[in-house]
């Protein structure tokens, strides 16, 4: 092929990568807002159905697993097939239970139809393999950054609640004789807006799409999948994406229920958590596109680690009980409103670019496999959200403290720190094996020259 025929060629490339960044992450994020819609909506479900703190963490719970635990099939299925398709089909499937929803009367029914409504979440793993096939390897940090800030898509419903708090008020009586009014109003409004977007998606994104795995067997595509690495970045994606999906779904009520402040309130300081913990994600692949991935993944557990450390920290004081029988109190602790949505924002930085800092290893790692490898981290890290808001609300039955939650997801980080540090340094030891002989046991000459 001569210069003058490449040349078109490659702009058409660019033109076609452009738009399916675009459009793959439109179409994420309203899928995004799909999966999550039940973190603010739970609350008016929970006092029209009567439903106990358990009971509606389960209702976002399925439909987080619905939303982690097809990724790895529909990664695949994108390199083998294509985005395109995967992307229209998964629209459109995904409207038919969204529509049912509005409906929905008895918690059984409500379970059932937050399952399958769950299923958008399954989008994250087609629109990495998508854009990794479309996109060259030196702009995929960014790319795969800007494609994930879909997750802002979890603040939709809060800031329409804000927006419109009129909305969520009142029962499932119709309105002019065609829409649902309260909370049932959401579910019919993203059912007309998936069928629209995937219109849109067949419109707009290249017809001759780009399929990375084509003619690759299924079997060979989960080969990597063996290494112990996989499993590495998988646990990482836990604490950055897992966590993430499940504070967006638990913030609204733990708001309410420690702060007293109305729903609104709630809706809109949890989206000072989603904003950054979304749109963060472009920065922070094109920090790891020039710092390293590892890195910044040091800076995100270390960060994360300081701000869970003081969430998790209960209101109270110590009483001492002196010998002549009157008591003190001594280390008052609270912290206010301010100083925890501060906190809970600066969590939601260190996530953002964490969530970024994770996506780029695999690329780089396995560039003939993003759609297996993506698949099943994206499936890890999205099942994390469906465990933890459950083993939030339990651990906050059993010990009786709200912050309890901040206590699961500090404990869940420094596991990963320690992990990824013993890996860091095993490695540094098998590379150079004298230099570590040298700091176990050095010669007088080399401890002069230390000293």
């Not at 499940?246 to 708001?255: E, G, T």
């Not at 402040?261 to 922070?284: M, N, Q």
Request: glycine content about 10%; hydrophobic content about 55%; proline content about 6%.
């Amino acid at each position: 092929m001569s210069a003058h025929s490449a040349a078109p060629a490659l702009t058409e490339d660019r033109r076609g990568a452009t738009r399916v960044l675009w459009m793959s992450t439109l179409a994420f994020t309203l899928m995004f807002a799909v999966w999550l819609m039940f973190g603010v909506l739970g609350v008016p479900i929970q006092k029209e159905l009567g439903l106990s703190d358990v009971e509606l963490s389960w209702v976002s719970a399925v439909a987080v697993l619905n939303g982690s635990m097809w990724r790895l099939p529909a990664g695949m299925l994108t390199d083998r097939i294509g985005g395109r398709k995967v992307t229209i089909a998964m629209l459109l499937l995904t409207a038919i239970p969204c529509f049912f929803l509005t409906h929905a009367g008895t918690y059984g029914s409500l379970l059932i139809l937050a399952f399958l409504v769950g299923f958008a979440g399954n989008l994250f793993s087609v629109g990495i393999a998508w854009n990794s096939a479309w996109t060259p390897r030196e702009r995929q940090g960014f790319a795969l950054g800007l494609f994930g800030a879909g997750n802002v898509g979890a603040s939709v419903t809060k800031l329409l609640v804000v927006l419109a708090p009129g909305l969520v008020v009142g029962g499932g009586a119709a309105a002019s004789g065609f829409f649902p009014t309260g909370w049932r109003i959401f579910p019919a409004i993203y059912t007309i807006a998936l069928v629209a977007t995937a219109v849109l998606t067949f419109l707009v994104v290249p017809r001759r799409d780009k399929v990375a795995g084509a003619g690759k067997p299924f079997s060979e595509m989960l080969v990597p999948l063996k290494h112990v690495r996989v499993w590495r970045f998988s646990l990482y994606y836990v604490a950055v994406f897992g966590a993430y999906v499940a504070l967006s779904a638990w913030l609204p009520k733990y708001y309410v229920d420690n702060f007293d402040v109305p729903l609104k309130t709630a809706a809109l300081l949890t989206a000072t958590f989603i904003f950054p913990a979304s749109l963060l994600r472009p920065l922070g692949g094109t920090i790891s596109d020039r710092f390293g991935a590892r890195r910044v993944m040091y800076w995100t557990f270390g960060a994360m680690m300081l701000t869970t450390g003081i969430l998790m920290m209960p209101n109270g004081h110590i009483v001492i009980q002196h010998a002549d029988g009157h008591s003190s109190d001594h280390l008052a602790y609270s912290l206010g409103l301010v100083p925890f949505a501060i906190l809970v924002f600066l969590l939601g930085c260190a996530m953002g670019i964490g969530k970024a800092a994770v996506y780029k290893h695999i690329p780089e790692y396995f560039p003939d496999n993003v759609g297996s490898v993506g698949g099943l981290v994206g499936m890890l890290g999205g099942l994390g959200g469906f465990f933890l808001p459950p083993l939030f609300a339990y651990t906050k039955q059993w010990s009786g403290f709200p912050t309890s939650t901040f206590f699961v997801l500090f404990l869940l980080v420094v596991g990963c720190a320690l992990w990824m540090h013993w890996t860091v340094v095993h490695m540094l030891h098998q590379g150079s094996p004298d230099l570590a002989r040298h700091l176990e046991s050095p010669t007088p000459a080399a401890a002069t020259a230390v000293n």
